[in-house]
């Protein structure tokens, strides 16, 4: 969904020659529908990266981002993030390509089978969903504009890439992600869907580790922000809690302000090893009550 005007929070222009015209609206409007009758194919929700479009501008604010951030998490972030940057060949000198010999997805295809896919703009949640359990990642293709690096109220590249996808490329976490995916597929009860919606936020987006001894980063809200991952990892009013799936689907969270309780996973084996159970309980559930009833 295209801002307006009236909407905008943020400083400065994002490139809309990315993602407007009648491919990104078309495929917009395929999302917001997806799951009614005659709108099943998921392939139609994605867009094309068209990477001529982005200006030295944008490029420029992608190696500023990346300078500034990975110095930082070069000794703050999860072993399995840097490793997995380094295996998709993330780099600064430029924008990630998602198509083509040097694209991520080149280098994923043969690591986990996911791959990251352009959208328009937000999914709606199954939508969002019916991607993930096809190991399919839905990703912005615009970047903030250089007025705000520091804060942008919607994702952009920099969070779908650089902060999501390197995790991609661990064979754990890519189970875990494609059975988050369909367990959120699979379910109608909100009870759940408001769970799950918990699940992702405190893993997935906001998510802490311990390696080694020490407490490191792996949420994409964290790795991709300058301001939060310091915070998360220093601060003295964020409280820094043992994982435990159900604590954390009992955690409501909101959204507008650096997050004040965070949950630290001792491996990410504990993470897929907790979703598959979720998952085989929902299954269960769902197996017991027909989806229509
Ligand atoms: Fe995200």
Known sequence: MAMTEGDKKYSGSLNHAMIDGPEGHAAQEYANHFGEPGFDDITKVYIAQKYSGYTAENQESWQTLYDRQMEYLATHASNVYLSGARSINLVREHIPYLEGPKSVNNYLAKLTGWQSRAVPGYLPAKTFFACLARREFPTTVVIRPKESLDYLPEPDIFHDIFGHVPLHADPVFADFLQTYGKAALLTNDPYHTERLARLFWFTVEFGLIREGGEIKLYGSG??????????????????RRPFDLDTVCNTSFEIDHYQPILYVLESFGQLRDAMNSYATRLIDAAGKVPAHA
């Open 222 to 239: 964290l790795i991709s922000s300058p301001g939060e991952s310091k915070h998360a990892l220093f601060s003295d009013k964020v409280e």
